[in-house]
């Protein structure tokens, strides 16, 4: 079974600073990987996915992602932050349903704080 | 567009209560999902549709009952609730098979008193 790890419960960054988020993922095959964001009370916007081809790859907002296979990481990056990324971000891992989509299992989500 | 909507924005039941939280999807998708979330808490898969036949139903208690009337629409009838049922319900859809990434709706808050 698939399983998702974002070791990270809180990171506190200060407005313009760099930040990066941590996911590791467990999947027997090729992992179909997804980032998303979920401000307070809201639903979940997708910032990037990554299926084949280039590792790194560029998502809304500024984010981009770099895909590990040797360290099964899906790591998440923005060189700096504006006050309106304070959400919290969650990694996920996609398991194919055949005729049906895939599968999300989801990481335990990383809050993010944003100091002015 | 790639909005998913859904009603109500909160909702607020008794565990004697009968209601049904709606999810409509305008982008052609054929595969729609519940997802339940508590607070602090990822979101945990409920049910799939694809085709609008249940092809997944992660063992979820019979006091939800989904229902997908068409291509567009997903319902998911609540009845006899508990407490710990309170939570947020995402809806979302997508593209069914490979390599299509999921749509959410901003979710229904669901209190059971």
């Known amino acids: 079974a698939q399983s998702v790890t974002q070791p990270d419960i809180h990171i506190t960054v200060s407005e313009g600073a760099s930040l990066e988020l941590r996911c590791n993922y467990s999947y027997g095959a090729t992992p179909y990987l997804f980032w998303y964001v979920q401000s307070p009370g809201q639903g979940l916007q997708l910032l990037l996915k990554y299926f084949s081809g280039d590792t790194l790859v560029q998502g809304i907002k500024g984010f981009e992602a770099e895909f590990k296979r040797s360290q099964s990481s899906f790591n998440l990056r923005k060189p700096s932050v504006h006050w309106s990324d304070a959400a919290e971000y969650f990694c996920a891992v996609g398991a194919i349903i055949e005729a049906a989509g895939n599968k999300l299992t989801f990481g335990g989500g990383t809050r993010v704080l944003v100091k002015p | 567009d790639t909005e998913v909507t859904q009603t109500p924005k909160h909702l607020v039941m008794g565990m004697t209560n009968k209601k049904s939280l709606k999810c409509e999807q305008h982008?052609?998708?054929?595969?729609m999902y519940w997802y339940k979330q508590k607070a602090k808490k990822p979101p945990e898969l409920m049910f799939v549709y694809s085709y609008e036949k249940l092809s997944i139903n992660e063992s979820v208690p019979s006091r939800f009952s989904p229902e997908c009337p068409n291509s567009s629409l997903l319902n998911l009838h609540l009845h006899a609730l508990q407490p710990e049922d309170s939570a947020l319900y995402l809806c979302?859809?997508?593209?069914?098979?490979?390599?299509?990434?999921?749509?959410f709706g901003p979710g229904t808050r669901l209190t059971v008193t």
């Open positions: 979302a859809s997508s593209h069914p098979g490979r390599n299509y990434e999921q749509y």
């Open positions: 982008m052609g998708h054929r595969a």
